[in-house]
């Protein structure tokens, strides 16, 4: 997960959310920029989620049902389907 909040921010939000995996902190928001979802003015980053393979490619990029992002309440499940679509075999 990439945040466009400081690592203050994310670090506190993770806490309190008991997130088990790293949120990484783009406050200068060049990364969002550089892929595309922060658009000019827009203050938080678009909620995409991008599939990038063992090469470092983009496989693929989920921008949700309406293309303004994904729904919070799907993203588990719409990124456990496309990854299964994509062949990601299961860890374990």
């Given at each position: 997960?990439?945040?466009?909040?400081?690592?203050?921010?994310?670090?506190?939000?993770?806490?309190?959310?008991?997130?088990?995996?790293?949120?990484?902190?783009?406050?200068?928001?060049?990364?969002?920029?550089?892929?595309?979802?922060?658009?000019?003015g827009q203050q938080?980053?678009?909620?995409?989620?991008?599939?990038?393979?063992?090469?470092?490619?983009?496989?693929?990029?989920?921008?949700?049902?309406?293309?303004?992002?994904?729904?919070?309440?799907?993203?588990?499940?719409?990124?456990?389907?496309?990854?299964?679509?994509?062949?990601?075999?299961?860890?374990?």
């Open positions: 997960m990439v945040s466009v909040d400081p690592p203050d921010v994310n670090k506190a939000f993770a806490e309190k959310e008991h997130a088990d995996f790293p949120i990484l902190s783009d406050p200068s928001r060049t990364t969002a920029e550089a892929y595309g979802v922060l658009a000019s938080t980053a678009s909620r995409f989620t991008f599939y990038i393979g063992p090469d470092g490619r983009i496989l693929d990029i989920d921008k949700g049902p309406t293309g303004r992002g994904v729904p919070v309440r799907t993203a588990g499940e719409d990124t456990i389907k496309k990854l299964e679509a994509l062949g990601v075999k299961k860890k374990g």
